[in-house]
């Protein structure tokens, strides 16, 4: 079955960098796009970008086109995401989440704290 | 972008009966493929979103049959009959005609 496995919590200081991963089992890996998505503490969800497994193309929100970078290892079946530059607006839970006629496969999450 | 407004913000719904969880777009979601590209998700506390309906109206794998949409070019309307304790969580409504994709800011659904 679909698994996307992300990395654990992380607790980062302000102005430092973050980088978690989504670990894709029980399908081809380069066949299906790859999204993250943002979601602050009790608030909705906001799309980040994509990045296609296949041919490393990507799509970033305009608002989260300095802060963050899609990458992808397709060794290891693992994408991943990078956000820089981190303020207490970055805290959040991120989601990786798999194409499949609309977000089909999510992760369980990545909670990304900032404080100093 | 395609700004989602969901209504009403918390709905509590006794068990058995039906919920209506409406969802009004910026713009007409109908691609130009004629798919209505609405889709419903629901997030149950402490989880990750799962999708419920994909293209407006199309049951995604799983997902029981009390849950149905349906609408317009802008307006859409989740219904969910029969609820049950396990239905209780979040729903947002999201689109994917355009990039950037974008969210609804979710209706709460509580059990009496």
């Known amino acids: 079955q679909v698994k996307l496995l992300q990395s654990g919590a992380a607790l980062v200081k302000p102005g430092d960098s973050v980088k978690m991963s989504c670990k894709a089992s029980?399908?081809?890996?380069?066949?299906?796009?790859i999204h993250w998505v943002k979601q602050s503490h009790g608030k909705s969800l906001e799309w980040i970008g994509y990045i296609n497994p296949y041919s490393g193309g990507t799509n970033y929100n305009e608002k989260f086109k300095s802060k963050a970078t899609l990458t992808v290892d397709k060794s290891s079946s693992t994408a991943y995401m990078e956000f820089s530059r981190l303020t207490s607006e970055d805290s959040a839970i991120y989601y990786c989440a798999r194409e499949g006629y609309g977000f089909a496969y999510w992760g369980q999450g990545t909670l990304v704290t900032v404080s100093s | 972008d395609i700004v989602l407004t969901q209504a009403p913000l918390s709905v509590s719904v006794t068990p058995g009966e039906s919920a209506s969880i409406s969802c009004r777009s910026s713009k007409s979601l109908l691609s130009s493929k004629g798919i209505t590209s609405l889709y419903w998700y629901l997030q149950r506390p402490g989880k990750s979103p799962q999708l419920l309906i994909y293209q407006m109206s199309n049951l995604a794998s799983g997902v029981p049959d009390r849950f149905s949409s349906s609408g317009s070019e802008t307006d859409f309307t989740l219904k969910i009959s029969k609820v049950e304790t396990e239905d209780v969580g979040v729903y947002y409504c999201g689109h994917r005609l355009e990039y950037p994709l974008t969210f609804g800011s979710g209706t709460k659904l509580e059990i009496k």
């Open positions: 029980g399908y081809t890996f380069t066949d299906y796009i």
